[in-house]
């Protein structure tokens, strides 16, 4: 039977098994993937990816939090999306949040070197004794938490794909989840840079101008008209980089700011994580690889 060329790169790019590995396991299974994936394990073909220079840039981020007075919100990093959506490394992530917010522990190394729930093992122990069964190199990242004082809360989202995650503080009484649910849900899917301009880093702003000024002058606006161009055209673009200025992606006619007012709370702080930001990942070109082993030029 002919081998489907596309899941042939996805198996690849999954696995990392051989190439003639992945041809096999799809004709075995009449070009069904996960079945494919399936019998590559069975076949001990799947590489075990804990190897020199091996870098973990894909992986989850999740938020958890306690009663509203606690949250965290961490990233683990795997080497493949595929490992990511694993339950054990699912659970392992959701176990690890536990930890940082019932242990309370500071920093990475602190999470790594913690008993791992009620067991004798350490998170690090853990950790190795999942990257064997996974045959990939799981890696602690960063983690954030955040802990309530009096008239505050914390309040958290994760997107589906659990690869965008927010945590953040509120002053106030969370009265209206849903409302709270509503702002995080800006702060995941529209990344602003700060609450609202107060928060934004001055030297940052001036900069800014003087780039669109100069472009405005370049465009043929004389001087004086310039400015109040360039003035108008950093304006619109602070309001996008600021929540509070944001519309609300659950109700569209409204801005995060009059949310908040509404419900009568302020945002504190936020932090945002995204899957990988930050780091240089190395890219396989499976497909160039498949087209050359087929004889597709």
């Not at 106030?172 to 609202?196: C, F, L, R, W």
Request: proline letters at 1%.
């Amino acid at each position: 039977m002919q081998v489907d060329k596309k899941l042939l790169v996805e198996l690849r790019k999954a696995t990392f098994a051989g190439f003639k590995d992945c041809q096999d396991a799809l004709i075995a299974t009449e070009n069904n993937f996960d079945e494919a994936v399936k019998w590559l394990k069975e076949k001990g073909k799947i590489k075990a990816a804990k190897k020199q220079g091996a870098i973990a840039a894909d992986g989850a981020v999740q938020y958890f939090g306690e009663s509203h007075q606690i949250g965290a919100l961490i990233e683990v990093n795997s080497q493949t999306d595929f490992v990511a959506k694993n339950e054990q490394f699912m659970q392992a992530v959701q176990d690890l949040l536990k930890i940082i917010t019932k242990q309370k522990v500071k920093t990475v190394q602190d999470l790594i070197n913690a008993k791992f729930d009620n067991s004798n093992i350490s998170v690090s122990e853990k950790l190795t004794e999942l990257t064997a069964k996974l045959g990939e190199k799981i890696d602690v990242r960063r983690f954030e938490t955040i802990e309530a004082g009096s008239g505050e809360f914390v309040a958290g989202y994760t997107h589906a794909n659990k690869r965008i995650a927010a945590i953040a503080l509120f002053k106030g009484k969370n009265e209206n989840p849903s409302e709270v649910k509503s702002i995080m849900m800006n702060i995941v899917a529209n990344n602003p840079t700060a609450i609202d301009k107060d928060h934004l880093d001055k030297a940052k702003i001036d900069s800014e101008y003087q780039i669109i000024l100069k472009k405005t002058i370049e465009e043929g606006k004389p001087e004086n008209m310039a400015e109040k161009i360039a003035q108008g055209r950093l304006a619109k673009q602070l309001d996008e980089l600021c929540l509070v200025n944001q519309q609300s992606l659950t109700t569209p006619d409204k801005k995060i700011i009059d949310i908040l007012k509404q419900n009568n709370i302020e945002i504190i702080k936020f932090v945002r994580y995204e899957v990988g930001e930050g780091i240089q990942k190395k890219e396989d070109n499976f497909v160039e690889e498949v087209n050359k082993q087929m004889g597709i030029n």
